[in-house]
């Protein structure tokens, strides 16, 4: 059991090899430092203003005839 733990914790030193550098890297340059974070907020940014164009072209090509049920007419 105890190898299996030395594993896991081997497994997340390797992974977090980037972050370790992102944040020595910190005292040098803050901007470079937080270049991930600034590329992550434009990615989100035209996947929202994608998101938001398809939307309203499915909104102008649905039909908004209320004739979905026989009560509304």
């Known amino acids: 059991m105890e ?3 030395d594993a ?8 977090l090899i980037p972050f370790d550098a992102l944040r020595e890297l910190e005292n040098s340059s803050w901007f470079l ?4 974070s600034w590329i992550a907020i ?16 499915y909104d102008k ?6 004739t979905g049920h026989s009560f509304l007419g």
């Open 3 to 5: 190898t299996l733990l």
């Open 8 to 15: 896991i914790v081997s497994l997340f030193e390797l992974i």
């Open 33 to 36: 430092a937080n270049s991930v």
């Open 42 to 57: 434009a990615v989100l940014v035209v996947a929202f203003v994608y998101w938001m164009k398809q939307l309203k072209e």
């Open 61 to 66: 090509d649905e039909d908004k005839t209320q």
